[in-house]
């Protein structure tokens, strides 16, 4: 399987212990505020600065065929949330997030195609019992233009966080 990389981008520094609990303590208290039932929302770039800094894991809950075909984060877990033409809502879910994310405890930065699916998804995950899962606010294509288009309101790869497709 050969993959290009279409945007890349240098890694940020690594981002210090303080503010990477900083980025996630806001996103609680926002969450809080909001009345959010997962634990926060955080920024693209926020996203990829926790995953560098290793204080966060990325879960693509993408389905395959939009990972294949779309693009993705280099090196991510995929866990879909749903899948097929209709996405229909994979049932095993929470517990293949739990399996290969590392426990209930994980923080997890879940992604999506514009943040609305992955938002579905931390709150499944939190009424299972994850204290530490957000949303990737935007998702991966951002949201729709005048034209009907993804990628030019938003998302990873209009903020140019690295990313390939195969």
């Keep these: 399987m050969a993959t290009a990389t279409l945007s890349p981008v240098s890694s940020p520094a690594a981002q210090p ?6 980025t996630l ?12 039932p997962f634990a926060g929302s ?7 600065q926790l995953v560098n800094s290793g204080a966060g894991r990325l879960v693509d809950v993408r389905s395959p065929e939009e990972v294949k075909f779309v693009g993705h984060v280099p090196d991510v877990l995929n866990v879909p949330w ?12 929470v517990k293949e997030l739990e399996s290969k994310a590392g426990g209930k405890d994980a923080v997890l930065l879940l992604l999506c ?12 995950a ?10 990737v606010l935007e998702g991966f294509e951002g ?24």
Aim: hydrophobic share 35%; net charge positive; glycine share 8%.
């Design 17 to 22: 212990a303080a503010e990477s609990n900083l």
């Design 25 to 36: 303590d806001v996103a609680r208290h926002r969450a809080a505020q909001d009345n959010l």
């Design 42 to 48: 955080v920024t693209p770039l926020q996203a990829w």
């Design 82 to 93: 749903a899948s097929g033409t209709s996405l229909n809502r994979n049932p095993r879910f």
């Design 113 to 124: 195609r514009s943040g609305k699916r992955s938002a579905e998804a931390a709150a499944a």
């Design 126 to 135: 939190a009424k299972a019992g994850f204290s530490n899962v957000f949303n």
């Design 143 to 166: 949201e729709l233009d005048e034209q009907h288009r993804r990628g030019a309101l938003g998302g990873w790869r209009h903020h140019g966080l690295p990313w390939q497709q195969d």
